[in-house]
């Protein structure tokens, strides 16, 4: 057997298929194209533009329908890129200069991909791939290239860089598989794959040139790992991994309607991490038991002005409304850090993780904060919400929000419009000074959910996104153990709840040690609560106790997840199928 060609798995999964390379190279159409006069080549573009506007509102109609939302949301940036006048201006100049409709509109949208490439900020660098796109699609038009052809049968998309149209205008059914030469776990062909839990492999550099049309091609999402032309032997080994795969997977879905609880009856609330509320029914059939985080700058970020009180109202209300009964926690907007709002012009920041962003936004513009704060307790009365502020460091932060929410309430009832005064106020602890404060912040709120994201991050001094000190980012680092059993424990003698909505809720071993130190409520992505239950279910709360206590006194994060390693791994919950 050949050593497989490895890259970095970011969606996990086995897929088999046939490779379609999908990133289109444009060079030998353009050297065949012969230009006509001036005045042909600028209705040229002008007709494309047109005609990839309509093209791209049908894909962003049909994804709507299919309730693809964060899909239509890419396209339709997508849509507004071509109808931006600033493009037009610039295909128009780029023609006059070379005197070619499809070169022109290439390098106009070059160019204002490398203005995106140059920004420091991986989000908007990733951007410049979908400028390109955009280039290439009107390109492709004049030039009369058709997209890529689909057969019978189910292909792996293979190209250094893939447009995100060309993913998100195919049937999920059809692709296998997603294989990139470069592309960050950030970019908007990934964002899309994710969304439809598409097996996918990036960073393979140059050997993607390896792969031609038509090869057959295993790829591991999990491990990385590509097998191009695989021999009968490959073949037959992933054939079996495939099976196990199935397996797994109706084992899980066989878990679905049944309660995490221990052995001995301790029960822990399992929820969900959504964008949009369009993820509430995905979310329900892996057995979530409501929203444990709704991460409302996506109703922003899906907007190209400041969404109003009413547009925010019936999205939070159709989310609350899917839970039917279960909790459903609306974080208030986290904007800054990694997810920018270009409609809010916020200046470059040196550090954006610890600059102008989530409450301090919220805390500084009424305009955007009473509005949300409204349209959440107007939701509140089709079921069980609750709201709940990102990044707080402090007492006086809390007594502000709870201020505005008072405010929010009295504007409310002298504007006629009804709304619940039960939704429960809550706090994610995400910075360490959060944490340490518990006992204070406590006093006010209903309810702690961790982001462990955050804070591991604040807590460690280590960047979330940087890969070359990914090892350094460890949920089981004493630091950070210390800071959710402190927060944890400060709830419980508050009597309000704890939960946590960080990536650590994910992990299996974590929940038992979570269980251990009281938690009682775990959000994370869907996909993840089938194993998670089944970790909880295999235990007694007295084992967690008791490994917490063991695990407390250890010194190094590595050390106590081999150790939980060693100690949950003969229980049931690993056992597998
Ligand atoms: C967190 O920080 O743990 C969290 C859940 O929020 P986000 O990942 O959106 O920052
Ligand atoms: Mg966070």
Same mark, same amino acid.
């Given at each position: 057997m050949s050593e497989p060609i490895r890259g970095k798995g970011v969606i996990s999964g086995i897929a088999v298929g046939q490779a379609l390379l999908a990133g289109q190279n444009l060079d030998g159409y353009l050297a065949a194209y012969h230009p006509g006069s001036a005045a042909e080549e600028q209705s040229k573009a002008e007709a494309a533009l047109v005609a990839v506007t309509e093209n791209l509102l049908a894909t962003i109609e049909r994804l709507r329908r299919e309730e693809q939302a964060e899909q239509a949301a890419i396209l339709e940036a997508h849509r507004m890129m071509v109808q931006d006048p600033m493009m037009a201006e610039n295909i128009k100049s780029k023609i006059e200069a070379c005197g070619s409709a499809p070169q022109g509109i290439l390098d106009a949208a070059n160019e204002q991909a490398k203005i995106f490439e140059q920004m420091e900020d991986e989000y908007f660098a990733a951007r410049a791939v979908d400028l390109r796109d955009v280039g290439k699609r009107i390109a492709k038009y004049v030039l009369g290239v058709k997209e890529p052809e689909i057969g019978a049968g189910q292909v792996i998309l293979c190209g250094e860089e893939i447009e995100p149209s060309v993913v998100a205008g195919m049937p999920t059914e059809q692709i296998a598989g997603v294989i990139l030469g470069s592309g960050s776990a950030t970019s908007h062909v990934v964002i899309i794959a994710k969304a439809r839990a598409i097996p996918t492999v990036l960073g393979i550099g140059d050997k993607i040139d390896l792969i031609q049309d038509g090869d057959e091609i295993i790829l591991d999402g999990s491990r990385g790992d590509i097998i191009i032309r695989p021999t009968e032997a490959e073949r037959s080994l992933y054939q079996t991994k495939i099976e196990e795969q199935k397996k797994l997977a109706a084992h899980y879905a066989a878990l679905k309607d049944l309660p995490a609880v221990t052995k001995d009856g301790v029960r822990i609330e399992l929820t969900a991490n959504i964008g949009?509320? *369009?993820d509430v029914d995905n979310a329900l059939t892996y057995g979530a038991e409501g929203v444990g985080l709704f991460r409302s700058e996506f109703v922003f970020m899906g907007s190209t002005t400041i969404p109003t009180e009413e547009d925010q109202f019936k999205a939070y209300r159709a989310a609350v409304e899917k839970c039917g009964g279960h909790i459903c926690v609306i974080r208030t907007m986290d904007i800054g850090g990694d997810k920018p709002l270009p409609y809010l012009n916020i200046a470059p920041e040196e550090n954006p993780f610890l600059g102008y962003r989530a409450l301090r936004i919220s805390l500084d513009r009424h305009d955007l904060f009473l509005p949300q704060i409204k349209a959440i307790l107007r939701a509140g009365l089709y079921g069980k919400a609750a709201m709940m502020v990102p990044m707080v460091i402090s007492v006086s932060e809390i007594q502000r929000v709870l201020k505005l929410v008072e405010q929010a309430k009295v504007e409310l009832a002298h504007e006629g419009k009804e709304y619940s005064d039960d939704v429960q106020i809550g706090i994610m602890v995400e910075t360490p000074a959060a944490a340490v404060v518990s006992p204070l912040l406590s006093q006010y709120v209903d309810f702690f959910s961790i982001g462990t994201n955050d804070l591991i991050q604040y807590t460690l001094a280590v960047d979330r996104g940087n890969a070359q000190i990914a090892h350094l980012y460890n949920p089981f680092n004493p630091a950070v153990l210390r800071l959710v059993q402190g927060t944890i424990q400060s709830a419980r003698e508050r009597g309000i709840w704890a939960g946590m909505c960080g990536? *650590?809720?994910?992990d299996p071993y974590a929940a038992v040690i979570l269980l251990g130190m009281g938690i009682t409520e775990l959000s994370m992505s869907a996909p993840s609560i089938p194993r998670v239950k089944e970790m909880i279910r295999s235990v007694t709360s007295t084992q967690a106790k008791e490994l917490l206590a063991d695990v407390m006194k250890m010194e190094h994060g590595v050390e106590i997840r081999a150790y939980l390693h060693k100690m949950l791994e003969s229980s049931d919950a690993s056992a597998g199928v």
């Open positions: 949009t509320h *369009m990536e *650590m809720a994910s």
